[in-house]
C-alpha cells in the first residue's frame, strides 16, 4: 500500500519538474531570439493553458 502510494505521489512532482524545464527553455529561447515586451507574457500564458504548449 504505500509503495502505491508513493508512486502516485511521485507523478505529480515530475510533471511539475518536467512543465518546470519547459518553461525554463521557452523562456531562454525567447530570450535568443530577441526580448520583445510581447513576448514576456507568454511563458506566463503557457503555464496557464496547455494549448500553447503543445505548438
Known sequence: ???ARSV???RPLGIGR???AVAEEL?????VL???PQLKPVPVR???????GAR
Do not use: D, F, T
Open 34 to 36: 530577441g526580448p520583445q
Open 8 to 10: 502516485s505521489a511521485k
Open 27 to 31: 523562456g531562454r529561447l525567447i530570450e
Open 1 to 3: 500500500m504505500n509503495q
Open 18 to 20: 518536467w512543465l518546470g
Open 46 to 52: 503557457v503555464r496557464s493553458g496547455r494549448s500553447r
